[in-house]
């Protein structure tokens, strides 16, 4: 289904969060076998906005503990971070649609977030970024 409103909808991946045994064991991997630039966090992946090239934009990668409750009350061992272009208009559409935020919005320096579950039970992380602030916080600890 194709949305026609260009206000309140995903605009690309924001990241992509999976549960691991190990995670710190698992990002040491990913640095020694696919040279990527790991941090306590996972990695950031920049990019250029599409529409507007001299604008940054991020993907994260995070690998997390199979014991960390963040993934709530999703039991997927998975969750995906999707960037929005309008958080308040989203929730709207979904509220209208009957699907509903599973927390209030959280507001950080580096954007805004909330919380929805998909039909098939996976916890959805829906970003309506700051990446001037995201790109500030992170420094050089990214994978370009």
């Known amino acids: 289904m194709v949305n026609d409103d260009s206000i309140g909808r995903v605009t690309g991946i924001g990241g992509i969060f999976i549960k691991y045994k190990d995670p710190d064991r698992v990002k040491q991997w990913y640095a020694d076998y696919l040279g990527i630039n790991v941090d306590e966090y996972g990695t950031s992946f920049e990019w ?58 959280e507001v950080t320096d580096y954007g805004r977030f909330a919380h929805i579950i998909d039909p098939e039970g996976l916890k959805l992380e829906l970003w309506e970024a700051n990446d001037d602030a995201y790109d500030e916080m992170i420094g050089e600890k990214r994978t370009l």
Request: hydrophobic residues 35%; positive net charge.
């Open 48 to 105: 250029r906005q599409s529409l507007n090239p001299d604008r940054k934009g991020f993907t994260v990668w995070s690998p997390f503990s199979q014991a960390s409750e963040y993934f709530k009350p999703s039991e997927k061992e998975m969750m995906i971070n999707f960037r929005v272009d309008n958080l308040d208009a989203i929730l709207k559409k979904l509220a209208d649609k009957g699907v509903y935020r599973l927390n209030s919005i």
